[in-house]
């Protein structure tokens, strides 16, 4: 069953980061994720399409350092939705 970005970002992050944390990584991987994916949150993870992604790094061009950690973390994001047991991106198989 899919879930919106903004559950399964909360979800992660609650999985994989402490809240708690004064880890500075972290804390700029929560950033990243409510910051750049904010605009698509409402949306149902399973209906991204690379087009939402390409807007959100096309408005980082002018900052190339910026635009590749974001598209790290949201990478990492979004393979981590399609494993078991969270599968919030349905396989095509």
Known sequence: MSKTVKDARDEFLTNHYDPASTNSWAHKVELILKKHLGRIEHKQV???TDGDIRRVLDKLASTPSMQLHVYRVERTFFTWCTRS???HIPSLS
Do not use: G, K, L, V
């Open 85 to 87: 047991p969270h599968r």
């Open 46 to 48: 399973a209906e991204i």
